[in-house]
């Protein structure tokens, strides 16, 4: 199947980004010139709200902070909403390459969720991360019923038919893990583009104590099914 370029959505949910998007969005335009951008403002206490309307893309608010998961909940029915075949979830935090995003949408018509997957080693991850996104990726590939290597990894590249069938409650960072847990349970291709490990010069907002507990509340919501 060829993908239709102006069919896809490069969605970046967007917390007290704006030192990043900046830099972020010219290198989108250029990684993927034909693709439509959509930024979720989701209520930064930066100056992120002052600096989106200098971009010269769509842009929404919420008000106030929500969480990521309810951002990207927003941003897919928005897709839904316009018509996109495809979105690609990015991180506003210069994690994730643009460049790569082509990486992604070569995967488009052999599969229907394509997660960019990092290099799960020590030598590039800290500690902490590689842990939890082992024992995550090892809970989700058994409930999901196919091999996921990455599966923190917000860098994602997603069929809108896959979201108009899911019904994912999470309105947090459990809200990825949910959707990957419902679209294996659909049946669904979950594929995987490599993608560069980065960690320099960004914080991370997830709560691992919280965050944790959401993730198996998740276990637990399939094993009580």
Not at 122 to 134: G, K
Request: charged share 20%; net charge positive; hydrophobic share 40%.
């Amino acid at each position: 199947m060829e993908l239709t370029p102006s069919k896809v959505l490069i969605l970046i949910p967007a917390y007290n980004a704006a030192n990043y998007l900046p830099r972020l969005v010219p290198r989108i335009r250029h990684s993927v010139p034909d693709s439509d951008l959509l930024i979720i403002n989701d209520g930064s206490s930066d100056n992120t709200a002052e600096l989106l309307p200098t971009l010269g893309i769509t842009c929404l608010e919420n008000v106030p902070n929500q969480g990521k998961g309810f951002t990207l909940k927003r941003g897919a029915d928005y897709a839904l909403e316009k018509g996109y075949r495809h979105i690609v979830t990015i991180d506003a935090d210069l994690q994730h390459l643009p460049e790569e995003i082509p990486r992604l949408l070569e995967k488009t018509g052999r599969s229907d969720i394509v997660i960019g997957t990092r290099k799960i080693t020590l030598r590039v991850m800290p500690f902490a991360r590689w842990l939890t996104n082992n024992l995550t990726s090892i809970i989700i590939s058994v409930f999901s019923g196919q091999r996921v290597r990455d599966s923190q990894s917000g860098f994602r590249l997603i069929a809108t038919e896959i979201l108009a069938q899911t019904k994912v409650q999470s309105v947090k960072y459990d809200y990825e893990s949910e959707l990957l847990f419902q679209a294996g349970a659909l049946g669904a291709r979950i594929g995987e583009a490599a993608i560069s490990t980065v960690y320099e010069g960004s914080h991370s907002y997830i709560n691992p104590l919280k965050d944790t507990g959401r993730f198996i509340r998740q276990i637990w919501k399939r094993i009580l099914l």
